[in-house]
């Protein structure tokens, strides 16, 4: 009986959270990666490319990618703690609406340092999109759940990448419609939904389990109690100044911050450069638009598919692993061959990069407990892995184009160290997709649970049935029934 309801408030729950955190974030990565559409948009036709227009000479184009993660990353830290302060569906509105303004207004620009202004002003209210998402969605499911759900949020990037090239597409015989280039346009129409979906989501969002009104009271208890003593929940206290300095303590929350920040490097790569790389191969106009698509119509089905087999398996390490494997050897393909097929391959295999992403972010959830550690180390994290942001836009220099060789083998060799890094965490934390905690029965650690690095043995206070050992502070855990490896 459990079981089917377990199987019937997670269908529910899909329902009514999926559909919203999969269009908000198709929206947030269309208007935060617009710019590199606009750059390669009617670059046919002379004096109508933004490049022209607002005399993004040199490197001024690559500025102008790098300042908007400034401000993305020094708001992004604390956004997460003010998620929870102002509950879920407000704070994620407000982001949204703010963000879809700020598009709007990128329209008006005229000159260079307007374009620079309207960049800080959209990283302020971006931030904390993506590590709130991926925070929101622990409150709902279990550990084993994450993986799939988090990669059909974060596909949405591939879905975004090519319905971007179609509208862009469109977009670009638009040009000289109303006084405008098909470069404002391209921002009024990617801005405008970002505005609707956020008021939609203020009101219709549902916050946390324990007060989903979709669920009957019956539901909202079964929904909470199924994620465990170890998930954020509701009622957890909006800060706890103690996880907090355990959480930034502990030796794997830099392991894992410098992880992503490698990973990052090449998904920034291609969100702002893939129009450039496919312009590069002599593709011009609507044709290089057209074929940022296929790219990210394979990336979709890889992530999706990457990460489902990881929740399927209840194991991270070998499936990150994987991906990185995949999306290094595109950067070889860009950076060895010479035909525009063979280039173009390993366009689609970069395009992956979140198929690596995602379960790795999985991993990291279940290796923290309660709202304060998870809000940590999810945005902490990604803050500081979002810095690659302004050191991407510098691994493809105008001066290395057409083939940005010097670009391609940092970001090869940023991936073998991710590689690296992955049999490391592997090797101390085990594998399994489940919560762990620390034990030290064998001598070393296979997780924690987002308070301090003490062995359990030795800051328990009592021990029941075996392999069971109570922790202060937290729900008792039955240490045997987790894998460890």
């Known amino acids: ?68 993660f400034v401000p993305y990353v020094i708001f992004e830290f604390p956004s997460n703690i003010a998620l929870k302060y102002f509950t879920p569906s407000k704070w994620i509105a407000r982001i949204m609406v703010t963000w879809g303004i700020v598009t709007i207004c990128t329209a008006a ?26 925070m929101y969605l622990c409150f709902w499911y279990t550990p084993s759940e994450r993986g799939t759900r988090m990669a059909i949020f974060s596909a949405s990037i591939a879905v975004a990448g090519a319905f971007g090239g179609l509208i862009a597409t469109g977009v670009s015989f ?40 979709f669920l009957t009271e019956e539901e909202r208890l079964f929904a909470s109690e199924r994620m465990g003593p170890f998930a954020p929940k509701g009622t957890d206290k909006h800060f706890d100044k103690a996880d907090f300095i355990a ?57 999706i598919g990457n990460s489902w087999w990881s929740d399927r398996r209840k194991e991270r390490p070998r499936h990150v692993i994987g991906a990185l494997i995949l999306v290094a050897i595109g950067y070889v393909l860009l950076a060895t061959v010479k035909g525009v097929g063979g280039r173009y391959v390993g366009t689609c295999l970069i395009a992956c990069t979140n198929a690596a992403v995602i379960p790795f972010v999985a991993y990291r959830t279940a290796t923290v407990a309660g709202a304060t550690s ?4 999810t945005g902490a994290m990604i803050a500081i892995a979002n810095c ?30 991710a590689v690296l890094l992955t049999g490391v965490l592997w090797y101390k934390l085990g594998s399994s997709s489940e919560y762990r905690i620390p034990v030290q029965d064998q001598g070393e650690y296979v997780g924690d649970i987002g308070l301090n690095e003490t062995p359990v043995n030795e800051r328990a206070d009592s021990e029941g049935e075996e392999g069971e050992k109570k922790v202060p502070g937290i729900h008792n855990v039955n240490v045997s029934s987790l894998e460890a490896r």
């Not at 050191?391 to 970001?411: C, E, I, M, N, Q």
Request: charged share 15%; aromatic share 16%.
């Open 1 to 68: 009986m459990s079981d089917l309801m377990e199987k019937k408030i997670v269908r529910k729950i899909d329902r009514h959270i999926m559909p919203w955190v999969i269009v908000a974030y198709l929206l947030n990565y269309l208007d935060r990666t617009n710019l590199g559409n606009a750059r390669t948009l009617n670059n046919d036709k002379p004096g109508e490319s933004l490049v022209e227009v607002l005399n993004l000479s040199g490197d001024r184009y690559n500025l102008v990618v790098a300042i908007f």
């Open 109 to 134: 620009i005229s000159n260079y340092a307007g374009l620079m202004v309207c960049r800080v002003f959209l990283g302020i209210c971006e931030a904390g999109f993506f590590p709130g998402v991926m």
């Open 174 to 213: 638009m040009s000289g419609k109303a006084s405008l280039y098909g470069w404002q346009w391209l921002f009024v129409l990617e801005g405008i939904p970002a505005v609707i979906v956020g008021v939609l989501i203020y009101f219709f969002l549902p916050d946390y389990p324990e007060t989903a009104r």
């Open 247 to 303: 959480t930034i303590k502990s030796w794997h929350f830099w392991i894992f911050s410098l992880h992503y920040f490698l990973m990052t490097n090449s998904l920034n790569a291609f969100g702002y450069f893939a129009p450039t790389i496919i312009s590069a191969m002599g593709f011009k106009g609507y044709k290089a638009q057209l074929l940022t698509v296929p790219p990210n119509a394979f990336a979709f089905f890889v992530i």
């Open 374 to 377: 998870t809000a940590i180390a």
């Open 388 to 417: 690659a942001g302004i050191v991407a836009p510098y691994l493809f220099r105008s001066k290395d184009s057409p083939h940005y060789y010097p670009g391609l083998w940092t970001l090869f060799a940023m991936l073998g160290t």
